[in-house]
């Protein structure tokens, strides 16, 4: 999967590391938790979780750097979707 960001398409890939990177950002214990935390999700969080999947996919860019990007909030919530999909089936 992958989201332009500034004119570039960048990897969204979940890991197992960045999953683990979810889980202990967003305080989960479970898939399950993390499941239902999804649900509720702020920009900024939006932006963490599009940050990690990137690491995921071989680059580095913090959520502070990608928040002075024009993202399409609309285009990284069905690239972090489907990042998901492809991860975990």
């Known amino acids: 999967m992958s989201l332009d960001v500034a004119g570039q398409k960048r ?3 979940l890991t197992l ?6 889980e202990s950002a967003f305080g989960c214990a479970s ?3 993390l ?9 900024a969080e939006l932006l963490q979780l599009v940050s990690i999947l990137i690491k995921g996919g ?3 860019i913090e959520p502070d750097g990608l928040a ?6 609309a285009a990284a919530a069905a690239a972090v ?6 991860g975990v089936g």
């Open 81 to 86: 979707a489907e990042a998901f999909r492809a």
């Open 58 to 60: 071989g680059e580095q």
């Open 31 to 33: 898939l399950a938790d």
């Open 68 to 73: 002075r990007l024009n993202i399409q909030p």
């Open 11 to 13: 990897v969204l890939c």
């Open 17 to 22: 590391g960045a999953l683990a990177e979810i």
């Open 35 to 43: 499941q239902a935390r999804m649900r509720r999700l702020s920009a």
